[in-house]
């Protein structure tokens, strides 16, 4: 608490006129960063919507990288985080999932996000400011020593457009598509995007 006030330029003491005491402090911090991703509406599609708020979660997260350890660890959930949640579990139930697939959905999803921040947010280097094409010319060099990383690096650096930070779309698209083929079995409806040959 002192730390805080004194980044703040206050007395430690003035604090308690806000808060009771650090957890306190760090609860109201989790629920603040909650309020900053955006929540899609019951109603929206699940897919859009799950999209849409991944975004905002990476921006906000790789813009607040302190939250990331934060988030889901804190003992007293506020008002912020369980809107945020029941949000949207009442988009995916309402969509076509189960309970039980909506909060696997939603712990898959925010798995990928935070863990892909944590990634992005600790990264020796800023994205595309050539330290991965840097890193694509040194495996290049020794390809007989790592010949499936080589083989990799030339096939994503192929066109000389690859960054790190493009593989979170990549990688939303996978969770997703996985998503709709649960919710389709789940159904019984066929997905016109990724089961062709319908249920049964």
Wanted: aromatic share 8%; proline share 6%; with cysteine.
């Amino acid at each position: 608490m002192r730390s805080v006030a004194t980044v703040i330029g206050v007395e430690a003491m003035s604090l308690y006129h806000h808060v009771p005491n650090k957890e306190a402090l760090l609860d109201d911090l989790a629920d603040w960063v909650f309020k900053k991703i955006e929540l899609p509406e019951v109603g929206d599609t699940w897919r859009e919507a799950l999209t849409a708020r991944a975004r905002s979660a990476r921006s906000v997260l790789t813009a607040h990288p302190w939250a990331l350890g934060m988030l889901e660890s804190r003992p007293t959930p506020g008002p912020a985080l369980l809107q945020h949640h029941d949000r949207l579990l009442g988009v995916l139930m309402t969509d076509g999932f189960s309970a039980a697939l909506a909060t696997h959905a939603f712990s898959a999803i925010d798995a990928y996000v935070y863990g892909f921040a944590l990634s992005e947010t600790s990264l020796p280097f800023e994205p595309r400011d050539g330290a991965e094409e840097a890193f694509a010319a040194k495996v290049a060099a020794s390809a007989e020593l790592y010949p499936h990383i080589a083989r990799s690096q030339a096939e994503l650096f192929g066109d000389g457009g690859y960054a790190f930070a493009d593989e979170f779309e990549y990688g939303l698209e996978l969770l997703l598509e996985g998503l709709e083929r649960r919710v389709a079995d789940e159904t019984g409806s066929g997905c016109c995007t990724c089961d062709p040959i319908g249920p049964g």
